[in-house]
């Protein structure tokens, strides 16, 4: 067989098919590559929404307990300074009492102050139920 002998129309065929064949399956494979990387991309983009959304949940969780605590400690200091006011007030209308001014037992004072607690603390669990 010679170079002459060779029929090159059906060589030619057979290389374009194989071409065709080749391109096709690139084509292919290209475009299982994006599918796989567009299901990607979404699972990257859901997880991302994922993220933020903790992400801001946890940042509205911390600023309402900073704001709580600010709130409360504002409450404290206001409280302590009006206690110390009426210590004062106190004070100065019974400086001149002199029922203010007698000495009490300490016995007295402990069974006045433990009835008080028991009042506190009967009043709590009141207000607990």
Known sequence: MTLSDIKWGSVAIVIL?????????????????????????????????????????????VTLINDLSRATHEEKTTVAADAGERVITIQKQLSTDTCANTHINSDAVEQLRGFANGLRQRAIRADQH
Do not use: M, R
């Open 17 to 61: 098919a194989l071409f065709i064949i080749g391109l096709a399956v690139t084509v292919k494979v290209q475009h299982t590559s994006n599918v796989e990387l567009a299901k990607q991309k979404e699972q990257a983009e859901q997880g991302k929404a994922t993220a933020e959304a903790i992400t801001n949940n946890v940042i509205t969780a």
